[in-house]
């Protein structure tokens, strides 16, 4: 009865909620939340500057998060490039000594710990021209006022200022009305020096922390909450804080809300609550000028660049001639179906449906374009909101739980039995790239066990690339320049796209140049003298050795380059190949993930090899429902493939380091795929059925692992898009589904310029190919050009 009420409850939603449907509400909800989120920007006064000092809460114990936006932890070299020729003062009493201290100690390689108590501290760091100072005022008096009208007339006038004082004066004058008064009075004569000193730079008021009233001693016991409220108060309203050009600086009050139970004396807050405060104000700083990607606060939209403008104008020319042969010329062309995904990288292109026409190609550019927008906005334009990730354990485990009962739910028969069928390797790729999501939203890289079951499930999808283009390539004999064409343009095309609208290099989207090398390869190897194919093989054993002897050869090449990290560095860092592999002027990235995972493609091609021979000698049995061996073989290999999941499972739970364990991972990655495989597939019942949920998504997987980078993550991944703030249950279902929705459009839009762009005419395929290379060319020559100026 379930089942049954399963089926027609999936044929009815099936009716009325079709995937195109759903792609119509996420275009709706996109453009209410792009009206909101800019409608709050523009009359809300909403700015991730004042979000940045006046909001932020602990996720977790130590990482800080201002509320819409990202910071960035500062590294004394970043700090120095950012401060030099600058010059920082910092005024006020021991709390704003605490916060200096803490803010050299990120400029300086070393600890700074100043020995002198109330009196002016200089630092200036040897390396860089940055100065900092701290001028001892801890009482707002006429003594301080003088300080601040002697900065404007010095030779080098202070970028920034900090300024704050209190607790001295609640000390003095035993917290009373009177003291709160002159405390008032004394602000407002001075708050026209600090106005005169904005002109030159940023000038910040220090909201004053709480009190840990029952470990103060004595004589400071008039000091309390209470108190601090007032006074901040009363600066507030004196320095006509919000109004005028002094900035509130408040997140060492929030930060001290939450920490205030670590203080030893009850008036100064921990040091690691201080080096946030210290971090907060260094982000303020810095961040327009240094623009780290995790660090959003305070940034403004970079302007757009040539291939950016020039995007632009495609999109927009392809929308005014979408539109010119929709309305005027009224034809109409059906948007060719969905076609089946054959491995990780590649889909299979359709054969019913002719090429499609002008209209059809100048509508997927189109919409193409508006989903490129979606991603600029997402993640470079200042519109929607970022934070930061944070490692839990209910974070990763609670979803993947909660996504295979839904997988797991959704069974239904395969259409064939074979062993890693059609179904099947769809599933495995579904379900691994929905772990994969779940790893990068949860930031579980930091927990070293689950860091090394997914390398191994990366290490999978090279597997599949080498066992899918060798089964393809030995069964179909297919070497033409249309196939080598059509694979390129599916795994390329996307990413290719975004390096141009996002501005990222090639090599930022690791996987996809990992996937295009591994293809070049198998395909030279294979398709060079001589082809050795099923059909010419057949029998012969000569032919099967000359196989063996291809993978031989390309095993010896993998060991070549990874033997040498000077070889290979010298051989991708020449031109034009250092502008495909090179990530911020260093090969390092390209030469971690290649030697990472540099045998996974060449064993998935030995299987594949060897499960095609064995089935060419019917020595396995691949009937619905029957065993893949005998009962004296399967059994014993089933439990030898579940004691070896187990068996490395605690391996990697007991790995020190990722340095220690990525080190051994090349070589036992494929213990776990194999198990896998097997575990899968021996039992008939289990290789006859697969989950349908698991699928759908395998066929898009490429398309979700990029598409991730910007609209489901944020900045460039190392933060989490938030479309609806306050509520990150419902935030992460609405991005998802948008999400989703994006990614499986971007896929029909590549099968239908593949079919447009890549045609099975030779001669035409040549014509265009050269004029392909000849852009690339000037592309590659202006960016070598613009490097090297």
Known sequence: MAGLAYSLGKREINQYFTVNNA?????????????????????????????????????GNNVWQPDGCMMHN?????????????????????????????????????????????????????????????????????????????????????????????????????????GLRQYKANLTSMAEALERLAQYGDVYWHIQEPVKWKALTHNRKMITDQQINLYNEGAAQALNIGASLIQPFGAS??????????????????????????????????????????????????????????????????????????FLIKRSHRRPPATDVESLEEKKPATA?????????????????????????????????????????????????????????????????????????????????????IYHVSGASAFIPVYMHVRVLVAAYLFQTGYGHLSFFWLKADFGLYRVCQVLFRLNFLVLLLCVVMDRPYQFYY??????????????????????????????????????????????????????QGLFESTFTAWPLSALFELNGSIHEWWFRWKLDRFAVMEGMLFAFLYLLLQKKQVLMEGRGETLFSAKVSIPLLLLSLLSFITYSVWASNCKSKAQCNEMHPYISVVPILAFILIRNIPGSARSMYSSFFAWFGKISLELFICQYHIWLAADTKGILVLIPGNPSLNILVSSFIFVCVAHEVSLITNVLAQLLIPKDTVALLKRLGALGLLSLLLLVRGHTSSGA
């Open 74 to 178: 500062y590294s004394s070299t970043e700090a120095k490039a950012c401060l030099n020729g600058k010059q920082v003062v910092f005024i006020g009493d021991s709390r704003i000594r605490a916060l200096f201290v803490s803010f050299i100690n990120i400029i300086a390689s070393q600890k700074q710990s100043p020995v002198k108590r109330h009196a002016d501290i200089y630092f200036r760091d040897n390396s860089s021209t940055a100065q900092v100072t701290f001028v001892w005022s801890p009482v707002t008096n006429n003594s301080m006022k003088e300080r601040l009208l002697l900065l404007p007339r010095a030779p080098v006038k202070p970028d920034a200022v900090l300024v704050g004082a209190a607790t001295w004066i609640i000390r003095d004058n035993q917290a009373s009305a009177e």
């Open 23 to 59: 792609k119509l509400i996420s275009l709706f909800l996109v453009l209410v939340l792009f009206l909101l989120h800019s409608t709050s920007r523009i009359f809300g006064g909403a700015d991730s500057c004042q979000w940045l000092l006046s909001t932020g809460h602990f996720l």
């Open 353 to 437: 449906a002719g090429p499609p026409g002008a209209e059809a190609v100048c509508g997927a550019l189109c919409r193409m374009g508006l989903i490129m927008v979606y991603f600029y906005l997402c993640d470079r334009a200042d519109v929607f909101q970022k934070e930061q990730k944070h490692y839990s354990h209910s974070a990763f485990f609670i979803p993947l739980i909660m996504v295979f009962v839904l997988g797991l739910f959704c069974s239904e028969s395969t259409k064939e039995n074979r062993l890693l069928n059609r179904e099947q390797t769809d599933e495995w790729k579904g379900w691994m790239q929905l772990v994969i999501l």
């Open 253 to 326: 009050r929030l930060v001290a809300l939450e920490t205030l139970n670590q203080s030893t004396d009850g008036l100064h807050m921990p040091e690691s609550s201080v080096d946030v405060g210290a971090m907060v104000f260094m982000n303020r700083l810095c961040n327009k000028l240094v623009r780290p990607i995790d660090g959003s606060c305070c940034q403004t939209t970079p302007p757009l660049t040539f291939l950016q403008k020039m995007a632009l104008c495609v999109f927009m020319g392809s929308a005014l001639l979408f539109l010119i042969l929709h």
């Open 511 to 564: 996987f996809v140049p990992l996937v295009t090398f591994w293809f070049v390869l198998i395909y030279s190897t294979l398709a060079m003298w001589p082809q050795i194919v099923q059909k010419k093989a057949n029998n012969s054993v000569l032919w099967h050795l000359g196989i063996l002897l291809k993978l031989l050869g390309l095993l010896l090449l993998i060991c070549f380059f990874a033997s040498s």
